[in-house]
């Protein structure tokens, strides 16, 4: 089992819609989730941060984590072209890799105009 | 946040030589990290820099082909060893910006190996 998995992909959806991204973890002593944006030929770029169970909300960005079943996602309102990229998971503070961070694979976005 | 460069941005070198890439941060920053990315894969930790000490290497990273120096707390140094064209990849650095443990990348160095 990978440590951080996340949606095979690629994800296709139309412009306007919800797309939803998820992401679950084996160390449970997770601490701190993160998604990253990357662009094709760029690098990874942050733009979600969660650390309690619950939801946080970033204009059309949604994380939303629950420990319990060691789960995070990442609901993107009213997609736009702009937003088709790969999106990584990653989780640090954990039992097995303390300071370090943990990537998924990522999943990639296409949103369709 | 710090803006955070590297250079070269791309290379393209020949097999068996080695190439240093430079990171530089504009803040002071305890831990720097660098990554690699082979095309259409995740990002793979190759080691953790922390100034004063030498990198940590992960699993299958060994520092003869990847030494790294961290002279100071703005700056650091990978090299690529004895380059193959197995190495051709992507090759970013990280440095952790905030409490929150979270971190940011550089823009990469994109290297090819012929």
């Given at each position: 089992q990978k440590e951080v998995e996340q949606n095979s992909g690629p994800l296709s959806v139309p412009e306007g819609a919800i797309a939803s991204l998820n992401c679950t973890y084996s160390d449970r002593g997770s601490q701190s989730f993160f998604w990253y944006r990357q662009y094709s030929g760029k690098s990874p770029e942050l733009i979600m941060s969660i650390y309690s169970n619950g939801d946080k909300e970033d204009g059309r960005f949604t994380a939303q984590l629950n420990k319990a079943s060691q789960y995070v996602s990442l609901l993107i309102r009213d997609?736009?072209?702009?937003?088709s990229a790969t999106y990584l998971c990653a989780v640090r503070g954990?039992?097995?890799?303390?300071?370090k961070s943990t990537f998924g694979d990522g999943t990639t976005l296409t949103v369709k105009p | 946040s710090a803006v955070i460069s590297q250079k070269p941005s791309r290379d393209i070198c020949q097999r068996g030589t080695s190439l240093t890439i430079q990171c530089q941060v504009d803040s002071q920053v305890t831990m720097m990290f660098w990554y690699r990315q082979q095309p259409g894969q995740s990002l793979t930790l190759i080691a953790t820099a922390n100034q004063g000490s030498e990198a940590t290497y992960e699993s299958g990273f060994v520092i003869d082909k990847f030494p790294i120096s961290?002279?100071?707390?703005t700056f650091s140094t990978l090299t690529v060893s004895n380059m193959s064209p197995e190495d051709s990849s992507i090759y970013l650095c990280s440095v952790d910006?905030?409490?929150?443990?979270e971190q940011f990348f550089g823009p990469g160095t994109r290297l090819t190996v012929l």
């Open positions: 997609s736009q072209p702009s937003d954990g039992n097995t890799n303390a300071g | 961290r002279p100071n707390l910006l905030s409490s929150y443990n």
